[in-house]
């Protein structure tokens, strides 16, 4: 066989300082030529996605509403189609531990019993070229059975365990709307997901047929059917493009868009040949609401991201509809996170944390969930146990059709049926944890510990979200002060104070968190609500 002509893709160099050192395996010529592919066929789908994504929020903020779709009331009519049946490796998904793909996680995931690791490139991964690049590297050396690690700090040393006892790697690339600027083609950055995917599928979609597992992915921020066509198309095309069976890959869609959310059975059938399930989550879930309802008026308004939990009732709706319609089409249901984050010192508010993510996880079971997300390996067995009390030994609940659910349009947007109200604590903590996220972020990590939680960008996002929300909507705390713009500042300063006098002066000075105040400002104050907080930070991102 000859060898690849050179791509067209131009490697963006980043500097000795930040160049992996093993970047030439991961962008081998032939690497590249299938990525340049992905980009010449797709990009100008995607872009013009991404155009309707913008076209659908003006169709929002002119009538404050949403409505399943009626030129595809026939495929949710249609009772005769279901999804593809899932392969041996993903029939059981019980437990889902997600995480960023450092060495360091990746050992400890695949190691953690869960029965699916999540390898995230997505919210728990800030993209620095560094982190693109050796997540690719050490997901490429754990199937090769030739990673390690020694933690240089403690000296502990990790190792895999037998290949029988290892997660499954179910692989989250970013969103459509991220570009990656380190490989462009004629002047212009190819998507990050067209990055993340190919790379990932054209070194490993074979090496998995022969672990007997396959190249699984979920797919995040789908906001419509159109976007799930537009990767079934990809996977078609990628299969053909490096010789494996058509059906091989899967994919589980975040659930994780208001739209998608009025979309599920036409995002399933798209991918039906492909599709392994959905997944429910709780904070971009609420961002999208706030960024699409943001001009809906008071009955829009969210109260203190802790006090909408999935036990609201439009969190509820969109849960069991979420359930009902995955198992309607032979598809599994996947749960929400539980972040807590264990914290052995503090026995007693370890047990409350604890019993918390107990009833969270048997709440999950009880409706009808297949499995769940934790983001700590010691959340692990709590999760399996709530699983296993509902399954016995059976492999999914999918055969629980939750006929006895029937969701309204309305129900899925009907905020003003919580109670709670925005509180000035709930501004303090949202300018706390945004501060926090972003400075982290800023430094290259995308999966951070605040305050006992492991937080992602969607952190990032709903908080700053509320934020602009309360100010544009004027709302009235209890102690009587008005959400201003003058107000959120005089907190920030304060929450950089406060951090300056936590950390130390060395530390905060070595930080970035005056860059990280300033785009909290910037993203929660400014009248142009931008789409996505990421898009201004990956311009001050380093590397």
């Known amino acids: 066989m000859s060898a690849p002509a050179p791509s067209p893709l131009a490697i963006v160099e980043v500097g000795p300082d930040h160049t992996p050192a093993r970047q030439a395996e991961v962008l081998t010529d032939a690497a590249l030529a299938f990525v340049a592919e992905l980009h010449r066929r797709f990009t100008p789908r995607r872009d013009e996605l991404l155009a ?11 009538t404050s509403t949403l409505d399943f779709l009626p030129e595809t009331a026939q495929i949710r009519a249609d009772d005769s189609w279901r999804v593809a049946e899932a392969p041996a490796a993903l029939n059981d998904r019980r437990v889902e531990i997600t995480g960023p793909t450092d060495r360091k996680m990746t050992i400890n995931a695949l190691n953690s019993g ?15 070229w560094e982190n693109v690049v050796t997540g690719q590297l050490n997901l490429i050396d754990a199937y090769e059975r030739r990673i390690d690690f020694t933690d240089p700090n403690s000296g502990k040393s990790y190792a895999l365990k037998p290949a029988e006892e290892l997660a499954t790697v179910v692989m989250r690339p970013r969103g459509w709307h991220l570009e990656e600027r380190h490989l462009q083609f004629e002047g212009r950055a190819v998507p990050g997901a067209l990055v993340d995917f190919g790379l990932y599928f054209f070194h490993n979609a074979k090496r998995l047929l022969d672990l007997g597992k396959g190249p699984y992915f979920y797919l995040p921020k789908t906001e419509s059917h159109l976007e799930a066509r537009l990767w079934n198309d990809i996977f078609v095309f990628a299969q053909d ?87 309607k089409r032979g598809a599994h249901a996947i749960g929400g996170m539980a972040a807590f984050i264990p914290n052995r010192r503090d026995p007693e508010a370890n047990e409350k944390a604890l019993a918390k993510v107990r009833a969270d996880k048997d709440r999950e079971a009880g409706d009808g969930f297949d499995g769940s997300w934790v983001a700590h390996p010691d959340l692990v067995p709590i999760a399996r146990a709530s699983f296993d009390a509902v399954l016995g030994d059976k492999p999914n609940q999918k055969d629980r059709l939750r006929e006895d659910v029937s969701v309204a349009a309305a129900d899925l947007i009907a905020i003003d049926s919580l109670d709670a109200k925005p509180t000035y604590q709930g501004l303090v903590d949202a300018v706390q944890v945004g501060t926090r996220y972003i400075e982290a972020w800023l430094r290259g990590l995308g999966a951070v510990a605040i ?90 991102l380093v590397g």
């Not at 058509?246 to 998608?260: D, F, K, S």
């Not at 999208?288 to 991201?305: E, Q, T």
């Open 241 to 327: 493009y490096v010789g494996i069976p058509q059906g091989t890959v899967r994919a589980t869609v975040l659930i994780e868009t208001i739209t998608a959310a009025y979309e599920m059975e036409e995002i399933l059938y798209e991918l039906r040949d492909h599709a392994s399930g959905l997944n429910a989550g709780r904070w971009d879930y609420l961002f999208s609401i706030v960024k699409n309802f943001r001009d809906g008026g008071a009955k829009f308004v969210l109260p203190d991201r802790n006090a909408v939990t999935m036990t609201a009732p439009f969190m509820r709706a969109y849960t069991e509809l979420l359930v009902r319609t995955c198992h």
């Open 114 to 128: 869960a029965k699916v690791w999540l390898a995230d490139f997505e919210d728990a991964s800030a993209p620095t």
């Open 52 to 62: 309707r994504r913008g076209e659908r929020r003006a169709e929002i903020a002119r």
């Open 451 to 540: 305050f006992g939680l492991m937080e992602d960008a969607a952190t990032a996002e709903i908080s700053r979200s509320q934020i602009w929300q309360w100010i544009d909507a004027g709302v009235v705390f209890e102690n009587g002060e008005t959400a201003t713009a003058d107000l959120v500042r005089k907190v920030a300063a304060q929450a950089l104070t406060d951090i300056r006098t936590e950390i130390g002066e060395d530390a905060f000075t070595a930080g970035k968190w005056q860059q990280a105040h300033d785009l909290l400002l910037q993203v929660a104050l400014d009248a142009d609500y931008a789409d996505f907080l990421t898009l201004p930070a990956y311009e001050r």
